[in-house]
């Protein structure tokens, strides 16, 4: 009868794969401590030979005597030729990313970079740098929109946007035209054949 890895016991550090993680588990419940340390060098350079060293080969020796602590979930008791990693360095988890709350960011397919840029606009005082500014926001809003939508953007819809995100500040003449934009066409993914 087959046996699936799934259900197996999962693997510590899987880059090194089932065979590494069975002699490590062997090299645990050897009784005789010289024994144990001779099968644990023996593991390492078994894990240097599948793995070569790319860089510094001393500190790739320390790293793999650490992976092979870890494998053992720390149990392993042999005379090692470095400091071994300290347990408790992985009892602290890493730090929460705060996540965004529904609603902070109504505008989401027009990303964090569009409203910073609105808000530099409306700081601006009247004049043609700022309208020319307008203009290339207006236009990047239009591309951004169609990149979500390309069945077609309304130059209503980006300044009925540009104005809510401007909270009124900024208010674009209707009769200004936006670029348009066609959607790049995706590849197709076959190969054109050569003549």
Known sequence: MLTYTNHLKQLVLPEYGRNIQNMVDHCVGIEDRDERTRCAHSIVSTMLTLF????????????????????????????????????????????????????SMPFRHYGHYIPSLIASASAMEPGDERDALILLIANQMKKTLLAANPEG??????????????HGAIHVDPQIKLHDFKQAPTPSGKKKKKR
């Not at 309304?154 to 009925?160: G, I, K």
């Open 52 to 103: 070569p060293a790319q860089g510094d080969a001393v500190e790739y020796r320390r790293k793999l005597w650490d992976h092979l602590l870890i494998m053992s979930d720390f149990k392993l008791d042999v005379d090692f030729p470095f400091e071994h990693v300290d347990p408790s360095t992985f009892d602290e988890g890493p730090l929460p990313v705060p996540a965004e709350r529904p609603g």
């Open 153 to 166: 953007v309304e130059d209503s819809r980006v300044f009925a946007d540009l104005r809510h995100m401007s």
